[in-house]
């Protein structure tokens, strides 16, 4: 532990080895109908998502020297990594930090699609609050800010619905939620148009059968605000706060598993003030929580059980899957590349 970086340049470089042989065993098995299917080759690209950031989180728990916290995440990787492939990675290491998207993983991929349309009416009329350049309704230094934004309140319309559609299964519910914009008065910075308009305040309550659901804005997140994307599209990107609950007698909460993610909604305007959340086409997990471009090659890859046609060549596979892993750990990437024949 007396090097943490070195230490979890060591685990990185032997996390790609093991991903490597990871995804040859998955390979050849969906290569192969004789063989039986494997336990360890289920929801494979989460897994090794989120293997990837406990490494990036135990680099900055041995720094802060939190062995209690570097326990837990041996418990949880010992959970993600089949024994199989243990051996390879563990060497007494930390993780390190990561030059990840704003969303660090995801639990829901490009097979999982959102039915979005919730369009939210103005609820008062505008009014002027005071801030700094960046952050709305803030004071500034102990005084007041200065710098003038027109802030508009609206309600999500009542009867709004949303649903989620993963594995031929559609999960419907029932919506209610507030949302307040705020725009920048005074000259527009042509080369920072995203700081003009800013979320300040949201919430969205979700009712299905059996469960409910909560989304509150992170406030002060720098990422809390409006784009335009190269086409035209407005965005509307935050940080929320995620609280999911399943009904008795289960009783299971979303807490400690996955409380925050950054979400990024397309947004449509109408004339008469309002603000639709969401489009008429359905939107996949990897666009309403995007995440790094190399992060998301992976998630976009051909699903493992999909690997049927022949001529698969597995080996070179395992291989860009392994070299797709080291990409997400850049300070690693002094030492030889993942390379040469694996067997199973």
């Known amino acids: ?72 995440i041996w418990r949880e990787f010992r959970g993600l990594v089949p024994l199989r492939f243990v051996s390879t990675v563990w060497r007494e290491t930390c993780g390190g930090s990561v030059a990840w998207g704003e969303n660090e993983w995801t639990p829901l991929g490009p097979d999982v699609g959102f039915s979005i349309s919730l369009p939210f009416d103005s609820d008062a009329p505008p009014r002027i609050v005071f801030g700094d350049e960046d952050a709305p309704r803030t004071d500034v230094g102990g005084a007041p800010g200065t710098v003038a934004w027109i802030e508009r309140s609206r309600s999500l319309r009542p009867g709004s619905t949303a649903s989620m559609e993963f594995g031929g299964r559609t999960v419907k519910s029932a919506a209610d939620g507030h949302l307040i914009v705020v725009t920048r008065v005074g000259p527009i910075d042509p080369a920072a148009p995203c700081e003009v308009v800013r979320p300040a305040e949201f919430r969205l309550d979700l009712r299905g059968e059996g469960w409910s659901g909560r989304l509150e804005l992170v406030e002060g997140f720098e990422g809390n605000r409006m784009i335009e994307t190269n086409d035209g599209d407005q965005m509307l990107g935050m940080l929320v706060r995620i609280d999911l609950e399943i009904d008795e007698p289960i009783g299971v909460s979303s807490i400690g598993v996955f409380d925050e993610a950054f979400l990024q909604v397309p947004v449509v305007r109408g004339s008469d003030g309002s603000i639709r959340l969401g489009t008429d086409h ?26 049927q046609g022949p001529g698969i060549d597995c080996n070179a596979f395992a291989r860009s899957r392994a070299e797709a892993f080291l990409d997400l750990h850049p300070d690693c990437r002094t030492a030889p590349t993942v390379g040469g024949p694996v067997e199973d």
């Not at 065993?25 to 690209?45: F, G, K, N, V």
């Not at 990837?52 to 209690?68: D, K, M, T």
């Not at 359905?282 to 690997?307: A, C, F, K, Q």
């Open 1 to 72: 532990m007396r090097d943490c970086r070195n230490a979890y340049c060591d685990a990185v470089r032997a996390g790609a080895t093991a991903v490597q042989a990871w995804h040859f065993h998955c390979c050849t098995r969906s290569e192969s109908p004789a063989m039986p299917a494997s336990i360890d080759c289920e929801d494979l690209p989460n897994r090794i998502a989120r293997f990837s950031l406990l490494a990036a989180e135990a680099r900055e728990v041995c720094e802060a020297q939190n062995w209690g916290r570097l326990r837990d």
């Open 282 to 307: 359905v939107i996949n997990g990897l666009e309403l929580l995007p995440v790094d471009p190399r992060l998301e090659s992976m998630y976009r890859t051909d699903p493992i059980g999909g690997l």
